[in-house]
Each structure stands twice: as structure tokens, then as C-alpha cells.
């Protein structure tokens, strides 16, 4: 049975492919697709679209350091008060090619996380993602990488409130990334068939921002499941707001010092424009920059002696 991730399109005056509801929707979908290709092949994740909604308001990526900025943060709340917090990833469209500069001065396409909204037990609580992206990260397969930073945060042991982490399980040294350069989870993120292997999907597929996993432990999805008549749960501890907030900033901490995410660029290849089509009389040599100029006149004098010998 498919896993559920359910995604919520967030477009800001200014982004790309954002001028028209048909645009605007044909760019998440492309987000949606590529995301259903590798999460959805290797692993059995199901994204769908939840909602999309436009926002009367520009964010210019460059002047963005981080996902948690207030106006990314602001506007996945707008957001989120629309759907009642449903449990789902929430992918802000800015405007502007590129992230501010890193430390390192890499210029990021996109930025991801899963954040805490309730924190009862290191078994039961509830996330939802929170992705922006750039004009760069534009039919590229970032979405699905950082949505897969997102799909990776967990505790690793039960029993150690201290054991959150959103490593990379192949990679477990590594910041949060793969060290394999065709891997969707390296941080320069291939362009075409980026490979996802078991290790991750393992990890992915027990997300609490998958809806059937939200609903096992009565998250948002669970509490619907309620109302509806389905069959009731045991009694929950209560929710800790301050623990929500200390987990909250420990992931930012740990995104921010990872490697910046970007989308592997086409090679491009810069054809010499041959002599002539430069200029049909003259060429320059490669020994001497200086212009010199090719006669046609021993051409014309060819064929004007060919004519009368004919």
C-alpha cells in the first residue's frame, strides 16, 4: 500500500512559473512528479497536493539565509492555519535565482527540514515539512531532495530524548547527505535518474510526515480518523510546547551546517565560430593576434581562367 505525503504549494509575487494559476500549478505537479519518480519508484511514497495557495507578498531568495527565516516561517503558517495544521510538506516558491551565499560561498537552489508541531514521546509526536524553493531549483530534482531531508528526521533510539537526527542512513557520518554523487540525497543533486537505496527508503518510509504514519499515532490524521468514527485510541500524554521548541532550533543548528543544496548544472559547451563565419575575408592566426586579411581575388582569377579554357 502506498505511503501518503501529502504537499501544500506555497507561490510569492515574483517566482518563477508563478504568473498564472495554470503555470503555478503545472510547476508544483512538475515538483509532485519528480518526486513520485524516486521516492515513489524505490520506495512506495506517494506525493499528492494537498492545496496550493498564492501569497500577496515577494521573498527575494538572495536576502534569505536559512528555511527558518521569519518570512518563509511566516508564510508556512499562513498556510497551515488554512489546512488546520495538516500534516504535510509545505514548499514556499521565491523569487530570485539563488540563496544568499553560504559560509563556503555556495549559492543554495533550495533549502529543507521537518519541524516539530506537537511533542508528546520520542514515539509519539507530530512533524511537517518545510522546504523553500528558489527560481533555480526550477525542473530540477531539489524538491525531492530536500523533501527527503524532511523524510529522514528521527529519533534513533527510543529511549534518548537526545537521539534526534536527520542523517543521511547510508551516510551516517556524513551532514545530512549521501557520498554518492548519483545518489538523490548528494548535495549537488543530480539532474537526470538520481538513485535512492534501501537504507534510506528504510528511514523515509517510517516518517512521521507520511499521513498513515501520523495516524497510527494519532496525529492530525488520527484525530480525523476519530471524528469520523473510526476506532478510538488510548489516552495520550499531553503535548510539551517547550520541547517543540527546543527540537526546533537543534534541526535548524543542524541544517544550517550542512552543505548547501544545489541542482547539478548542464555542461555547457562553448563552440569556436569558425573564421568565416566571423568574417568571410579575414581570420586570425593563433600564433598572431593580429588580423590578417585572405585574398579572393586568386579564386576569381581560377575561374576566369577555367571559363576560357572551356
Not at 511514497?45 to 527558518?68: G, Q, W
Not at 498513515?212 to 510539551?240: F, H, I, S, V, Y
Not at 548544472?265 to 562553448?270: A, E, G, S, V
Request: with cysteine; glycine share 6%.
Amino acid at each position: 500500500m502506498p505511503l501518503t505525503v501529502p504537499v501544500v504549494g506555497i507561490f510569492t509575487n515574483g517566482a518563477a512559473s508563478s504568473a498564472t494559476r495554470a503555470q503555478r500549478a503545472a510547476r508544483l505537479d512538475d515538483d509532485i512528479a519528480r518526486a513520485n519518480e524516486t521516492w515513489g519508484n524505490d520506495c512506495g511514497l506517494n506525493f499528492v497536493v494537498l492545496r496550493r495557495f498564492t501569497l500577496n507578498v515577494e521573498i527575494d531568495a538572495d536576502s534569505v539565509m536559512d528555511v527558518t527565516d521569519q518570512s518563509i516561517s511566516d508564510a508556512v503558517d499562513a498556510a497551515r492555519r488554512r489546512t488546520n495544521d495538516a500534516t504535510a510538506i509545505y514548499v514556499v516558491y521565491l523569487s530570485g535565482k539563488n540563496f544568499a551565499p553560504d559560509a563556503d560561498g555556495n549559492l543554495p537552489d533550495g533549502k529543507g527540514i521537518a519541524l516539530f508541531s506537537n511533542f508528546r514521546s520520542t514515539t509519539d509526536y507530530d512533524l511537517y515539512g518545510q522546504v523553500a524553493l528558489a527560481d533555480g531549483a526550477l525542473n530540477s530534482n531539489i524538491f525531492p531532495h530536500e523533501a527527503g531531508h524532511g523524510l529522514f528526521l528521527r529519533f534513533t533510539d527510543p529511549d534518548d530524548i537526545n537521539s534526534l537526527t536527520d542523517v543521511d542512513p547510508s551516510n551516517p557520518g556524513g551532514d545530512g547527505h549521501s557520498d554518492d554523487p548519483q545518489n538523490l540525497m548528494f548535495p549537488i543533486v543530480p539532474r537526470n535518474n538520481p538513485l535512492i537505496n534501501a537504507d534510506q527508503c528504510s528511514v523515509a518510509s517510517q516518517s512521521k510526515l507520511i499521513i498513515e504514519n501520523a495516524a497510527q499515532n494519532g496525529g492530525r490524521a488520527g484525530r480525523n480518523r476519530k471524528r469520523n468514527g473510526g476506532r478510538a485510541r488510548r489516552k495520550r500524554l499531553k503535548n510539551k510546547p517547550q520541547m517543540v521548541k527546543r527540537f526546533n532550533k537543534i534541526i535548524a543548528m543542524m541544517r544550517n551546517s550542512a552543505r548547501s543544496d544545489k541542482c547539478a548544472r548542464r555542461q555547457k559547451t562553448r563552440r569556436r565560430r569558425s573564421a568565416k563565419a566571423t568574417c568571410p575575408v579575414c581570420y586570425r592566426s593563433k600564433t598572431n593576434t593580429a588580423v590578417k586579411m585572405k585574398s579572393t581575388r586568386p579564386n576569381a582569377f581560377r575561374r576566369k581562367s577555367a571559363a576560357k579554357a572551356r
